[in-house]
């Protein structure tokens, strides 16, 4: 979250940041985004990991300036590092 919620950055800068810590699936995703357009402007505290029923995917909740994130990642085997496979914004309307 820290690499995504930066929309002062331009895109070319915002996206090599970005990029690398997505799966190939998140990159396709997240390409055309513009960061100008992410609400977010900072982290405001510690993820939480709120499923770690699976050693291959997990679920971390982010708290932000604009709500909390929810984050899904996902590692090939044990070996292999996390990556990003969806930043999903704050719900609206609670």
């Known amino acids: 979250m820290t690499a995504f919620a930066r929309p002062s950055l331009d895109e070319d800068t915002w996206w090599s940041e970005l990029e690398p810590l997505l799966n190939a699936q998140a ?3 997240y390409a055309y985004v513009d960061p100008a ?3 977010a402007t900072a982290v405001t505290g510690q993820g939480v990991l709120t499923d770690e029923s699976s050693a291959y995917v997990g679920y971390v909740d982010v708290p932000t ?17 996390w990556l990003v496979s969806r930043i999903s914004p704050p719900e609206t309307g609670n």
């Not at 994130?69 to 590692?75: E, G, K, P, S, V």
């Open 27 to 29: 990159a396709q995703d």
């Open 37 to 39: 357009n992410v609400p």
């Open 65 to 81: 300036d604009a709500g909390i994130y929810r984050l899904i990642l996902n590692r090939a085997d044990a070996v292999s590092p």
